[in-house]
């Protein structure tokens, strides 16, 4: 009898929580140390199969983003010796991830596309070296790497060939 293969049409959605560290509202790190900063987010990902080992998707401008935690909205609060979370330069922004928002039938039309940043900018630290990055895989987040802290996004990856 001859064997048969059958291929599945499936796709892989991927939901994903992406966030900087944040010791508060304000959106800063360090607050009260010489050392008080914005934060500097930066993501990258890449999905592998581990029975063919091919790459079967990467992290690029394709993802479609929607930033939940903004802050500060003013860079000047980077520079306050006290500054707290929604007074003077210190304000932010806050909300909710939509409540459908893992569906696989959630409209996310409205998000923005994810923005590609350089190497550089984005600074990664401790074991970006230890893999081999696809070069497709790119480092992803809002416009601004400092006062985006928050991420939802979504990417929807076809069956590889």
Request: glycine share 6%; charged share 25%.
């Given at each position: ?43 990258i ?28 909205l ?22 909710e991830?939509p ?49 985006d ?13």
């Amino acid at each position: 009898m001859p064997k048969v293969l059958r291929f599945l049409q499936t796709t892989l959605e991927l939901n994903l929580i992406i966030k900087d560290f944040k010791q508060n509202d304000t959106g800063l790190e360090y607050i009260g140390a010489k050392n008080q900063q914005m934060g500097d987010g930066g993501f990258i990902m890449q999905l592998t199969d581990t029975d063919t080992n091919k790459v079967v998707a990467v992290s690029d401008k394709s993802f479609k983003c929607e930033i939940l935690h903004k802050a500060p909205l003013n860079k000047l609060c980077e520079s306050e010796s006290n500054p707290v979370a929604g007074e003077g330069v210190c304000t932010f922004m806050s909300k909710e991830a939509p409540t459908n928002w893992l569906q696989s039938n959630f409209d996310d039309t409205n998000w923005a596309n994810a923005v590609e940043h350089n190497f550089a900018d984005v600074g990664p630290k401790d074991g970006y070296d230890d893999i081999n990055w696809d070069e497709n895989a790119k480092f992803i987040w809002g416009e601004d790497l400092e006062t985006d802290n928050t991420l939802i996004c979504k990417a929807t990856i076809e069956q590889p060939q």
